[in-house]
């Protein structure tokens, strides 16, 4: 999912200035007490985007006492989406909010942290981080940046795509164009088809005048409120490009070295906490979404064939090693999560996906 574009456009609406336009809550500041400017990416209100930057600065206020306030600022309202970590690095912000795909092009090790084509599941992935090593490699890396890392949201698993052509063989993707982005479009491109980078709101009118043939943003809820399911016939799943979506929170290295240990750790559980309230509502709503979706006259919601999702992986193979081998720290993460996964998922198969495949619908 590239997400870029659409940010741009959630963005460009939000008028920089007073926090008070954006109806964020305003936090009670504690005499004496600390006071910190979070800006994330996302516009006011995104749907389930914006979830996790609100619960961490309302529960590090209110933990704390007072001690640390956090003051959330929408996209654009301090500095421009992209720059949000550039701007905690070098302390213009003290915290921010945002998605790794957004920093991928400051070091190739970040490519590993964004959606990773027939990747880990997001419970793999949290498992990874908080027992396979991937918070320390995290650390490594963002702090090259100049921020300290926490995992603050998951998207969960998303589809494969809205198109107006069928895709009943691989050989379907030769010569689509389809707005994709981050390894995924590297993919498509083996496999292709031609991505494109547009913004979301170019997506409908695009679809329907045969400008792009197919287009991937988020899930379920996401993409019905762009009306993507009115302008294209086939949904099609698993979700092979972005099997989850890490939502990063970072805090300035320089400020975070300075906090009382207690204060750090308000900060990681904030961030933990939402982490998994993100990943509930995702699960919840999309769910919501998807049966609305199956109801909606003209559309169709498909599954790709064994054979196309087998060609795929093989070209998805191909990219993700590419990447590693263009960076030690890159080279470094790509075997943990290999390594990692190589363990957890027979686990995986024989517990969740089994149970699933022979669960009765009561």
């Avoid at 190739?108 to 320390?136: K, V």
């Avoid at 389809?178 to 088809?193: F, I, Q, Y």
């Avoid at 998807?290 to 191909?318: N, P």
Wanted: glycine share 10%; net charge negative; hydrophobic share 45%.
């Amino acid at each position: 999912m590239d997400r870029r574009q659409f940010i741009k456009r959630s963005g460009a609406g939000v008028v920089a200035g007073a926090a008070a336009s954006t109806g964020l809550a305003a936090p009670a500041i504690a005499q004496g007490a600390m006071q910190w400017r979070m800006q994330m990416t996302w516009a006011k209100n995104s749907p389930l985007l914006s979830t996790g930057a609100q619960i961490v600065a309302d529960h590090i206020t209110k933990a704390s006492g007072g001690r640390l306030s956090v003051r959330l600022y929408a996209a654009g309202e301090i500095v421009p989406p992209f720059q949000v970590l550039d701007a905690v690095a070098d302390g213009t912000l003290d915290m921010g909010h945002g998605y790794p795909a957004y920093w991928a092009g400051k070091h190739p090790a970040m490519q590993f942290f964004t959606p990773m084509p027939f990747g880990m599941t997001t419970q793999e992935q949290n498992a990874w981080l908080s027992y396979g090593g991937g918070l320390e490699l995290a650390d490594e890396l963002y702090s090259q940046l100049g921020v300290k890392f926490f995992p603050s949201g998951n998207t969960s698993v998303q589809g494969s795509g809205w198109f107006n052509k069928e895709l009943n063989s691989i050989a379907d993707y030769q010569g689509l164009k389809v707005r994709s982005g981050g390894l995924a479009a590297k993919v498509l491109s083996e496999v292709g088809a031609t991505p494109v980078q547009m913004p979301l709101g170019e997506v409908p009118q695009a679809l329907q005048s045969g400008a792009i043939d197919g287009a991937d943003f988020v899930g379920p809820m996401n993409d019905m409120a762009f009306g993507l399911h009115k302008v294209a016939k086939y949904y099609y799943w698993p979700g092979w490009m972005e099997p989850c979506g890490l939502i990063d929170c970072f805090v300035n290295m320089a400020k975070w070295d300075s906090l009382d240990d207690d204060l750090k750790e308000i900060i990681r559980g904030a961030n933990w906490m939402a982490n998994q309230i993100m990943l509930n509502e995702f699960v919840a709503k999309n769910a919501q979404a998807l049966v609305q979706i199956k109801a909606t006259e003209g559309v169709e919601v498909r599954t790709l064939s064994d054979e196309t999702l087998s060609a795929l992986a093989e070209a998805a193979k191909g990219v993700v090693e590419n990447v590693a081998t263009q960076d030690p720290l890159a080279q470094k993460v790509y075997d943990s999560i290999m390594t990692f996964s190589k363990m957890v998922r027979p686990y995986t198969v024989i517990s969740e996906a089994s149970y699933i495949n022979v669960r009765p619908m009561l």
